[in-house]
């Protein structure tokens, strides 16, 4: 399905050595940015940036080729697709999401942790994740079968805020039980209402017409609850101070090395035991039935989720149930994002070397990741949305550019198209750079606001 928005962190231009000529304006623009890391100076990290994108890809994946209809739609070609994008993306490409939402949220906020403005931090954290809340009740009116994240995220995001200046230990240990509480008190929660998820992509409508509900569906009930997200963003901070303590001592190649190669022995372990779990549910005490098929017990387990996992016992929170929040699933997943972050990181970061052209494109578009999901849901809407309402909408079939590995290529060819134009122009995205200066503009006037008392 869907997953943080990472917002990423506003570039930072270095003073440039000479007088820069109208000519030379926008490569020197565009350069600063990527220097930025490249000294441990700025925010920007190339690897990070990838990171982004490919974690948009993965979801624009599972939307639009890890469905029944894009297998039947596409054929042969298209079942191969879908096999491999459940493989790679589907309960993965989400989580990377909301992990790199934590990296992103220590980036932007580390200059205003250095000045000491804790509290400035605190408030631009929470502003990104209250704008972020707002454009996913707009992007929710939309029709369509995709699943929004942004609202889920941003009440994450505000949920974190105040945690981004605790000392790293106390922040883990603050994951840790989270993590270990969350999967078994959603399964509880849903159970007691008898909902196996609840909510959908939440609206203006229904927070007024329906108001307890949706607070519950945000924070426990709903498909992405924003306790499951704290979890990923709280990993996402932690692993960001790492990499710029690293960068500060001159080891970011080392660090990531070990975070790479930690995250890859912790994935595997982790799949080794929902793997054992799932073949011994009976002897962890699982309420499943037991006249049900250890095939069909698999099948189940191994499908998505829709927020929670399949129960509160033991037994449900040792299986990695794709989008079900369980602790294996956290474990799993958030050891995934480590490996993906840090093996890019390692390739693009830790010799300190400008990235190419064609590298940079990339790194553009991943810098703009709000821009491109919002488009991406915008899009889906416009097709499947309308061909869900209106079967004849298209003539009784979808075009093969709106779904399937078609409408992927389609839409990845506008991502690097916006990429390019962001690469050459030196420019982040157009929301990016919104809320950066929101953000930038409201702590300014309420700094000055309080000089004044």
């Known amino acids: 399905m869907t997953a943080s928005i990472p917002t990423a962190a506003p570039p930072v231009s270095a003073p440039s050595p000479r007088t820069a000529s109208a000519a030379d304006t926008v490569p020197d623009r565009a350069s600063a940015s990527r220097d930025a890391a490249l000294d441990g100076s700025g925010a920007r990290l190339v690897g990070v940036d990838i990171a982004r994108l490919l974690a948009i890809v993965g979801m624009m994946a599972t939307h639009l080729i890890a469905t029944t209809t894009a297998v039947s739609a ?43 403005r804790v509290g400035a931090a605190i ?25 929004v994240v942004l609202c889920f995220f941003g009440v994450a995001m505000m949920l974190v805020a105040p945690l981004i200046a605790v000392r790293g230990p106390l922040l883990a240990l603050i994951a840790v039980v989270v ?22 992509s939440p609206t203006f409508e229904t927070l007024f017409t329906a108001p307890i509900e949706s607070l519950r569906a945000l924070f426990v009930t709903g498909i992405y609850p924003a306790l499951t997200w704290f979890v990923y963003l709280t990993a996402g901070i932690l692993l960001a101070r790492a990499l710029i303590a690293a960068m500060r001592r001159g080891t970011l190649g080392r660090v990531a090395a070990l975070f790479a190669g930690g995250g890859i022995a912790v994935a595997i372990a982790g799949q080794a035991v929902s793997e054992w779990a799932i073949s011994h549910v009976a002897l962890l005490g699982s309420s499943l039935p037991d006249h049900v098929d250890q095939a069909l017990i698999r099948v189940l387990l191994e499908s998505p989720g829709y927020g929670a996992p399949a129960g509160t016992g033991l037994w449900a929170q040792l299986v990695a149930t794709p989008h079900s929040g ?31 052209l064609i590298t940079d494109v990339f790194r553009a578009a991943g810098a ?35 779904i399937g590995v078609g409408g992927l290529a389609v839409q ?4 690097l198209l916006i990429g390019f134009v962001l690469s050459r122009t030196g420019r982040s995205g157009p929301l990016e750079t919104l809320i950066s200066r929101g953000v930038t503009n409201t702590i300014a006037i309420t700094t000055r606001a309080r000089t004044r008392m």
């Open 74 to 116: 596409s054929g042969p070609v298209g079942a191969v697709a879908a096999e491999v994008v459940n493989l790679t993306a589907v309960g993965i490409a989400a989580p990377l999401f909301a992990v790199l939402g934590g990296v992103s949220s220590a980036l932007a906020s580390r200059r205003l942790l250095e000045q000491g």
């Open 179 to 200: 993590g270990a509480a969350s999967g078994p008190v959603n399964a509880f929660v849903r159970q007691s209402i008898g909902e196996v998820t609840e909510g959908g």
């Open 123 to 147: 408030a631009a954290i929470a502003i990104r994740g209250s704008v972020v809340f707002f454009i996913g009740l707009l992007l929710g009116m939309l029709a369509s079968p995709v699943a």
């Open 326 to 356: 369980s602790g294996m699933d956290l474990v799993r997943t958030i050891a995934i994002s480590f490996a993906v972050i840090c093996v890019l990181v390692l390739a693009f970061d830790a010799r300190g070397k400008r990235p190419g």
């Open 412 to 415: 990845f060819a506008g991502v």
């Open 368 to 402: 703009a990741p709000l821009t491109i999901y919002v488009l991406h849901i915008v899009l889906v809407a416009l097709t499947l949305g309308v061909a869900e309402s209106d079967p004849q909408a298209f003539g009784g079939s979808l075009p093969w550019w709106t």
